[in-house]
């Protein structure tokens, strides 16, 4: 079982930066992709970010290609969300979530464990 808990959410201007943090206990991520998504009220969970187990691979949703990073630490219990140039449409519920195996990076379905998730508000 792997628990995950996102922190680092909050208020901040267009423009401004914010990098959100998940934490997981239980197992070691090492052997986990991780991604991030978001929920904008009324709207869909989307997919932002993933990085491979391997670390070999990293996807970006378009939307936020060059402005967001994600990362992780080398012990692989935290997942980093970095996120530059913060626009109002970035407002939105943002998760963190574990996978294993093959499959797509981008679609809920693949991943097993998430986060709580943690809200960013970016205001105009």
């Known amino acids: 079982q792997v628990q995950l808990v996102e922190s680092g959410g909050g208020l901040v201007q267009a423009g401004g930066s914010l990098t959100l943090s998940c934490a997981a206990s239980?197992?070691?991520?090492?052997?986990?992709?991780m991604g991030w998504f978001r929920q904008a009220p009324g709207k869909e969970r989307e997919f932002v970010a993933a990085?491979?187990?391997?670390?070999?691979?990293?996807f970006y949703a378009d939307s936020v290609k060059g402005r967001f990073t994600i990362s992780r630490d080398s012990a692989k219990k935290t997942v980093y969300l970095i996120m530059n140039s913060l626009k109002p449409e970035d407002t939105a519920v943002y998760y963190c979530?574990?996978?294993?195996?093959?499959?797509?990076?981008?679609?809920?379905?693949?991943?097993?464990?998430w986060g709580q998730g943690t809200q960013v508000t970016v205001s105009s």
């Open positions: 239980g197992r070691t991520l090492s052997s986990y992709a």
């Open positions: 990085k491979s187990w391997s670390e070999s691979r990293i």
């Open positions: 979530a574990a996978r294993q195996g093959s499959g797509s990076y981008y679609h809920t379905s693949e991943y097993s464990y």
